[in-house]
């Protein structure tokens, strides 16, 4: 019978070594689950705490680097192990964006997971007796291919979702697991997430599809005339979605994925990021010595998906409470709308409906009579309810099919208050694509995209996009002096155009405006967005040259026709 061979006894060095190890691993995983009872508002709750926990995994990782040898023979490492580490540092870098909005901590999660992923850290998954590890690595997978979304790597993207779909019937095969299903909907949900998205197709000389992004950069941020107003600059947006059967993924909605890239700064681009063979480490603090940094490149995001009254009160409140001096709020809102019983009233606080957030109607007692008309939607969230919001600046979006409630917004204490309201009715022809994220906010996201989704494009050369694309860069920069130069808009509007995010908005509604009215199938004021306090008609939302440009490229894009003449009849579909 063969003696077993018996490892020899550790000698203090590595005695101590394993110890720090264990110490640092115990102390990292308390840290790590105690993320999840921080408070997701506020900024003084959390920061320190993220602070501590970085740290502690900082060290924790450079300690295994420093001493992999020993732990692999004295302590038993596995390589499943070290991918833990990885994973866990991987979605503390994602969520610290979800709560700073600062996009190159993106490119930091990136990096830990490609080193998962290329040094395959969890390829024995499926070797354990158990199933746990396996679900580690589905999660893994899910949570990659969501930071490779936000950072438009979609090659990679597919690639991952090729290698899920893989692991998911391993999964199966293996384990007769209970939640195969559940799996197999998450899978569902990223391929299904991915098609909608891809609307128009961008090709090069190859028919090779070009990705494109749409954040923020100073080439497509319209230039502004020189002006004398004091303007306010976007600080806290929250951003919420609950369209009925619109497609999503992870809590994130098409329209909420859109806009949050709208409201971004595109995130420049790490170098060490694309070198997978260097080891990645936790080499970007979000802070030092638990400070704030003095400035944000973005402004701060809340992202709620299917929130209820309360919980969208807590983060307006939270925003509210946030905002520096000479700072704005934006609030975007997808969502169904909740009609209300009348459409003349003199209370258009509640009486006209809103939208709803969450479609839960929590405590309800369901064995009580109703009275006709006494009970509202619990979660619809009215006019009314943004009132007291309005005692500091408060920029409004609102893509519903009941958006025209929003229109009557009062202004009760002197602070700029602006509402974008979407159209509330497309036409038949466009009524099976609302799944795939509303128009308006499509306008909003990306204005040329919008123009050719009107106008049934769905595949264009990367040389004419860029051609049509100087055509709408030409119709922001005329449209941004329109603004400076109009005797007869509201001073709301020149104290928030000063803002970069928010300008840009302003200018791609102007354009989506007069594209849909000119337009021949959006026939009537329900087809047209609308903005409050409303934007003066002959002087920017109907101005010839605008217009012009508008006409100009549907001419290069061969589809003059769909658009009507100013003026020829009548453009807005009443007789």
Known sequence: MAEETVAPPMDENEKRIVNEFCHLLEKSKQLFNGLR??????????????????????????????????????????????????????????????????????????SFYSAIRMRAYYSKANKEERPDLMVKKLRFYARFIVVCLLLKKMKLVRDLVRELAKQIDDYTGTYEPEDHMEWNLVLGEIKAFIEADNLISVVDVDATAIVLSHRLTPLNTPPLDKMSHVHFTLQ??????????????????????????????????????????????????????????????????????????????????????????????????????????????????YDLGGVVTNSRRDGEVTSKPKRPGTLKEMHCLHPGDLYPYTRKPLFLIVDSDNSSAFQHFPNFFGQPVVCLLSPEQVPTTMQDMRQKGNL??????????????????????????????????????????????????????????????????????VFCYIVLILHRGFKGPSFYPLSHPPLPTEEILEYPSLCKIVLDLATVLDCRALFAEPGEGDIHGTT
Not at 299 to 305: E, T
Request: charge should be neutral; proline fraction near 5%; aromatic fraction near 14%.
């Open 440 to 509: 308006f906010t499509l306008f909003l996201h990306c204005p040329l995209m919008g123009f050719c989704h009107v106008c049934s494009i769905i595949d264009i050369p990367i040389t004419m996009w860029d051609k049509c694309q100087n055509y709408v860069d030409r119709f922001l920069s005329e449209a941004s002096k329109l603004f400076v130069r109009s005797r007869s808009i509201d001073h709301a509007y020149m104290q928030f155009i000063g803002d970069d995010f928010l300008r840009l908005i302003l200018l791609r509604f």
């Open 37 to 110: 009872d921080l408070p997701q508002y506020g900024h003084k709750q959390w920061q320190s705490y993220f602070g501590r926990t970085f740290d502690v995994y900082t060290k924790l990782w450079k300690f295994q680097q420093q001493h992999r040898q020993i732990l692999d023979v004295k302590y038993g490492l596995k390589r499943w192990q070290i991918g833990e580490v990885a994973s866990k540092i991987g979605q503390l870098y994602y969520h610290y964006y979800l709560r700073t909005s600062e996009t190159n901590y993106l490119n930091e999660s990136f």
């Open 236 to 349: 806290e947006i929250i951003i919420v979605g609950n369209t009925h059967e619109q497609v999503k993924f992870s809590e994130l909605t098409l329209d909420m994925f859109r806009m949050l890239q709208t409201l971004e700064r595109e995130p420049q681009e790490d170098l060490s990021n694309q070198i997978y063979d260097a080891s990645p480490a936790p080499g970007r603090q979000p802070f030092e010595n638990g400070d704030r940094p003095n400035k944000r490149e973005n402004p701060h995001k809340y992202l709620l998906y299917k929130p209820t009254y309360s919980q969208l009160n807590t983060f307006l409140a939270s925003g509210f409470k946030e905002l520096p001096p000479n700072g704005a709020m934006l609030l975007y809102i997808s969502a169904d709308g909740c009609h209300g019983n009348a459409k003349h009233t003199d209370d258009a606080a």
